[in-house]
């Protein structure tokens, strides 16, 4: 991993497990702040980089940092929303807002460092590409039927169950659409899919 590294966080010993684990990565450079309103001071003159971002936090929260780099600068961050209550609505409305990832507190450094590679790898690329847009659409296009009701379903933050009696369907069908349009999709979880869903113009974003 190579680049800049931005934590923002307002609980004091996080931050600074945050800061000390990447900064034994080669090749990143990390700077720390101890809230939302402290990094918008700032952030216009910042560089391009992944930004790991707490979504409680007094003064402005993860959302609202979220929301004031979608209107100012939406290519800039990569930015990978840290929550301790992780659901699909709330990771769908995050990246409405342009964020990267949703990750679930507690996590280990392995999982963390794997998201913010796959992060850096996503801002070398155009995210807008025609090309990137194009894979994306191919892989919804081989979903069944069957499996795209199910997409929409998880997209719309409704539970197995849900989308079971919806679709009157047993829970057991609806898992069974769900691991295979995950398989198709290749992703190894929601917010993956997420992704793929925004590509292809799924989900619009705000």
Do not use: C
Request: negative net charge.
């Amino acid at each position: 991993m190579t680049g800049n590294i931005y934590v923002v966080d307002d609980d004091d010993a996080e931050r600074v497990w945050l800061h000390r684990l990447l900064s034994l990565q080669p090749n990143l450079t990390v700077r720390s702040f101890p809230s939302g309103d402290a990094f918008l001071l700032g952030f216009e003159a910042m560089e391009s980089g992944v930004l790991l971002l707490d979504s409680h936090m007094p003064g402005s929260s993860g959302m609202d940092v979220l929301a004031t780099l979608w209107n100012t600068a939406p290519k800039r961050f990569a930015s990978v929303l840290l929550t301790g209550e992780g659901s699909v609505p709330g990771a769908v409305a995050a990246m409405k807002l342009g964020a990267f990832d949703v990750l679930e507190k507690p996590y280990d450094a392995a999982m963390l460092l794997h998201v913010i590679e796959a992060a850096f790898l996503w801002l070398a690329h155009d995210k807008s590409s025609a090309a990137h847009a194009e894979q994306a659409r191919t892989k919804v296009e081989a979903l069944s039927p069957r499996e795209r009701e199910v997409l929409m379903g998880l997209i719309d933050g409704r539970a197995n169950k849900v989308i079971a009696l919806d679709l009157d369907l047993s829970p057991r069908t609806v898992e069974i659409h769900r691991a295979n349009l995950m398989t198709k999709l290749g992703a190894r979880n929601l917010p993956e899919a997420l992704r793929v869903a925004f590509a292809a113009g799924l989900i619009p974003q705000i």
